[in-house]
């Protein structure tokens, strides 16, 4: 038996593997647990680990990897036309294996423990925010039931509630007095949160040279820069910058037909947090783009002169994304000059 390509579907506990040859011919089918699955790529000659892109997959990734095998991460999105039949873990491992036969599959590049990291922080934090937010919505709703009209932002909640806790002519019922001091506490708490995952991820930098470079492109500081590494890495899956702005979905979506192009919106594929972080990187830049006189702020001048302001924005997040990629891949720090090009 010799196995050129291994499809895996991955579960939590058991996973089904299909291996083809180098005809695409099936040759082996196997249910194994996740510890005889690392087993037996430890025993399996060196050939191509497939598997999609999914919870687990990075670790496996990196683990085929280090015993020499090919490991590629495909998304599901580009697998599921090679199903055959109906849904089966057997016949996922197969279009898996089948998938990863083809040249021009895209494939996703496999996250380092370090990317994960800083990935599991951006994104407790931005729970924290949303549980803060959700909390904050709920006091609000509650106090207005019974007249007690907060004004919008969290700041003004903030300044709010204590004197609000304190009347003892509002009209608030006891236990609903009571429910009101339980969520300010929560708010409290998840302030403290925010504010402690804040500092961890600023301080990245420090230890992380990728991210210390990002940082010296304008409008990105330490959220964008770590949320960039733990993104893409160093950047190099991608052949030239305008592939990760595409891949944000900074970049026009295309419907061309009959040799007649036709642009529209952006495309607002991928990683929707990141880019919404370099829009308002950009928009910070914007708003200070009349102190200086480099070439990128010239160039930031003439769009604004030319398109409203958000399409400007996006003009400069998208440069900004190819920014960094070339400070990613080439290991240097920003310059300006070579920015405005």
């Not at 089904?16 to 790529?41: C, E, M, N, Q, Y």
């Not at 599921?80 to 021009?104: C, F, H, L, V, W």
Request: net charge positive; charged share 25%; glycine share 8%.
């Amino acid at each position: 038996m010799s196995i050129a390509t291994l499809g895996i579907d991955l579960g939590k506990t058991s996973m089904h593997v299909v291996g083809l040859d180098a005809s695409g011919k099936p040759v082996h089918r196997k249910k194994l647990t996740r510890t005889a699955l690392i087993r037996f790529l430890s025993n399996l000659a060196p050939c191509r680990v497939a598997m999609e892109s999914c919870a687990g997959s990075h670790d496996i990734a990196r683990k085929a990897d280090a015993m020499g095998h090919d490991a590629v991460l495909l998304p599901a999105q580009f697998v599921r036309p090679y199903t055959k039949g109906q849904k089966n873990d057997n016949s996922d491992a197969e279009a898996i294996a089948e998938a990863a036969t083809r040249p021009t599959m895209p494939t996703v590049s496999i996250k380092d423990a370090t990317q994960q990291e800083i990935q599991f922080l951006h994104r407790t934090r931005q729970g924290w925010i949303k549980q803060r937010t959700e909390t904050a919505n709920r006091v609000r709703a509650m106090l207005l039931e019974f007249g007690i009209v907060v004004p919008q932002r969290i700041l003004n909640l903030r300044r709010a509630l204590p004197g609000i806790l304190e009347d003892a002519e509002n009209g608030l019922p006891d236990g609903v007095r009571q429910l009101v001091g339980d969520h300010w506490q929560q708010l409290q708490e998840l302030d403290d949160k925010v504010a402690d995952i804040t500092q961890r991820v600023e301080r990245i930098p420090v230890r992380d040279a990728r991210a210390a470079r990002l940082m010296s492109i304008p409008g990105i500081g330490p959220m964008i820069a770590t949320a960039m590494v733990a993104a893409v890495g160093d950047g190099t899956q991608f052949t030239q910058g305008r592939g990760l702005s595409a891949w944000l979905g900074l970049v026009p979506q295309q419907f061309t037909t009959g040799g007649r192009p036709r642009l529209l919106g952006i495309s607002k594929r991928g990683n929707r947090y990141l880019r919404t972080l370099l829009i308002h990187g950009a928009r910070a830049v914007l708003q200070q783009a009349h102190r200086g006189d480099d070439a990128l702020r010239r160039w930031i001048q003439q769009v604004n002169g030319r398109v409203h302001r958000n399409k400007a924005a996006v003009a400069l997040a998208n440069k900004l994304a190819r920014v960094a990629w070339a400070v990613l891949t080439r290991g240097e720090t920003f310059r300006a000059s070579a920015a405005a090009a």
